[in-house]
Nanobody, 122 residues
């Protein structure tokens, strides 16, 4: 069984910062990409930032220059530092990991965390 547990969400004023963390645990052979997605009420889930095992990153245009994604491969953990937060960043933030549970698996499967609420007040 695999678990992804997020932490670090909360209520912050516009212009403030938050740091989200997500730790993957359980039966894991290897993790390829890890990322953060978000879903605001009435909207589809969207990519915020993604990082590969080699450290390559990509960001949504809406957060470029304001967010930094990083990871600790030894601890199967991914972080999202969010700065200069705006009310439109308000959403539930989900962690995702593309991983293999055993070496014989051909493809990576995506696992999701339960989500953490980020609310930015104006």
């Amino acid at each position: 069984q695999v678990q992804l547990v997020e932490s670090g969400g909360g209520l912050v004023q516009a212009g403030g910062s938050l740091r989200l963390s997500c730790a993957a645990s359980g039966s894991i052979f290897s993790i390829n990409a890890m990322g953060w997605y978000r879903q605001a009420p009435g909207k589809q889930r969207e990519l915020v930032a993604r990082i590969t095992s080699g450290g390559s990153t990509n960001y949504a245009d809406s957060v470029k220059g304001r967010c930094i994604i990083s990871r600790d491969n030894a601890k199967n953990t991914v972080f999202l530092q969010m700065n200069s937060l705006k009310p439109e960043d308000t959403a539930v933030y989900y962690c995702a990991a593309d991983l293999k549970r055993i070496s014989s698996e051909t493809y990576y499967s995506r696992y999701w965390g339960q989500g953490t609420q980020v609310t930015v007040s104006s």
